[in-house]
């Protein structure tokens, strides 16, 4: 028989708190989402023309090949039926 760590026993429908581990609350959730969003806020910088030219490029042709798989993909179910 195997020894086993208390890492490795699952315990099911056992409530956190029994454990003296508390979820954390809907208002510190929504404390922390601001704290995260500020940060990333405050890193964030406006693209230059080229970096967005270069974006826009790359979206437009990953867009044009999603629709051609698409259309070739039903082209091809069309031909077996």
Known sequence: ME????????IP???HAKFGIEKPSITTKIKSFVIQ??????V???PSSEEF?????ISALG????????????DIIKFIR
């Open 3 to 10: 020894n086993q760590t208390p890492a490795n026993i699952h």
């Open 13 to 15: 429908h056992q409530s």
């Open 37 to 42: 969003s500020k940060r990333v806020w405050h």
């Open 44 to 46: 964030l910088k406006k």
């Open 53 to 57: 030219k270069s974006i826009a490029k």
């Open 63 to 74: 867009i044009l090949v999603i629709g051609l798989v698409g259309f070739i993909i039903s």
